[in-house]
């Protein structure tokens, strides 16, 4: 062990310290089928011995995957990533019903963003949609059509329950939105035991779900807060000084650029959704960008940079190529060009198993090109 928990290794015959990373997992429903592909690229190229990964956090979908990944790390799992790609292939449309009920709800998003067919806005906590679903859902597998069944049947949240809160990383933070105080909120591993209600709070879409209420709280999806949660990862209150990340990877679903501007109504709503999921990203990152040209330029004490073992700028993910003097930098992680532009807002509800499983060989393919590309850099 190196200075303030710096873990070692041996390279060349010399020992070198190893990064301390963090990992963060943007939301986006079916679409988080990526990161799974993502973080088992990670894990079959035995990151683990490359880079200490210090904290994970992640939104909705994103939430999900992190937290099954730190499941199975504070588990000792031998495969670390082998309980994402099981949760995604069990949430899957598996049956000729499921797969039936899978297309004719994202054929109904599609036709009703077209305009081919009157929106009606119901409340799902109301009676109406409760029976409708009921049958609508009947003789289906408890888990395609309840989130909370699913979650359960790939984690033992009594044994989460038992491990309490715990210091030792990788720190977990699941991002939510309190709408009663209109408040950002994280649960934090660090300072509580996690519970499914966590992972529901952070899911939570208004217009599919009721919200969460926890502890006399109520929570809807974290990607009305944080897409993916970032500055906690670099808070000392919320990782502890130990765990404080020296690079920031993201693991992105939402795409940053368009190559043409949408006109149809069904373009508007595609373009609107993913630029709201990137605003709470690029703002926690414009922040770290400003923060860390303020200690390139010497605005900080050094008796202040010393308690928090700073010894340079935090590298984060590269968003805008046309930035000329961003300090620090890494590739961010995300899809292929040629899928995401395949993808539309409707195909964040669609979990056919071709749909699920082309993301997942995706977020492979670029977790790959990802680890080639960060330690050809480095060696």
């Not at 790390?73 to 994402?84: F, P, T, V």
């Not at 993913?274 to 960008?289: A, D, K, T, Y």
């Not at 492979?364 to 990802?370: P, R, T």
């Amino acid at each position: 062990m190196g200075k303030n928990g710096y873990k070692c290794v041996r390279k060349d015959g010399m020992i070198t310290m190893k990064p301390k990373v963090a990992i963060a997992c943007q939301g986006g429903g079916s679409q988080t089928a990526f990161t799974a592909g993502v973080l088992k690229a990670l894990y079959e190229n035995n990151i683990q011995d490359r880079v200490d990964i210090v904290s994970l956090s992640g939104t909705s979908g994103g939430a999900i995957c992190a937290f099954l990944l730190w499941y199975a790390l504070r588990r000792g799992d031998d495969c670390a990533w082998k309980r994402l790609v099981d949760f995604w292939q069990d949430n899957t449309a598996q049956t000729l019903q499921e797969r039936i009920f899978n297309g004719s709800i994202i054929k109904h998003q599609v036709w009703t963003s077209k305009g081919m067919i009157p929106q009606y806005n119901l409340s799902p906590s109301g009676p109406l949609v409760k029976t409708w679903f009921s049958l609508a859902t009947l003789g289906m597998r408890r888990r395609f059509v309840d989130l909370k069944e699913l979650l359960a049947a790939h984690i033992d949240f009594s044994e989460c329950a038992a491990w309490g809160a715990r210091p030792e990383p990788p720190i977990l933070i699941i991002g939510a939105c309190n709408i009663l105080s209109g408040r950002l909120h994280k649960f934090n591993s660090r300072h509580e035991p996690m519970r499914i209600e966590h992972l529901l709070a952070s899911a939570c879409v208004p217009s599919i779900f009721p919200a969460v209420v926890l502890d006399e709280q109520a929570y809807w999806d974290g990607l009305f807060s944080d897409n993916p949660p970032i500055d906690s990862m670099l808070n000392l209150d919320s990782v502890g000084i130990n765990n404080l990340a020296q690079e920031i990877w993201v693991i992105k679903i939402n795409p940053t650029t368009s190559d043409r501007i949408p006109v149809s109504p069904f373009d508007i709503t595609d373009r609107r959704n993913e630029l709201e999921g990137n605003v709470s990203l690029f703002q926690s990152l414009r922040e770290i960008e400003d923060l860390n040209r303020m200690l390139l330029r010497g605005a900080f004490r050094e008796e202040f940079l010393a308690e928090r073992d700073i010894r340079e700028p935090v590298k984060i993910p590269k968003l805008f190529p046309e930035d000329p003097d961003q300090p620090y930098h890494i590739p961010v992680i995300e899809m292929s060009a040629d899928l995401a532009k395949s993808l539309t807002y409707e195909s964040k509800l669609d979990r056919s198993p071709e749909n699920i499983n082309r993301l997942i060989l995706d977020g492979e393919k670029q977790g790959q090109n990802f680890i080639e590309a960060r330690f050809r850099e480095t060696g």
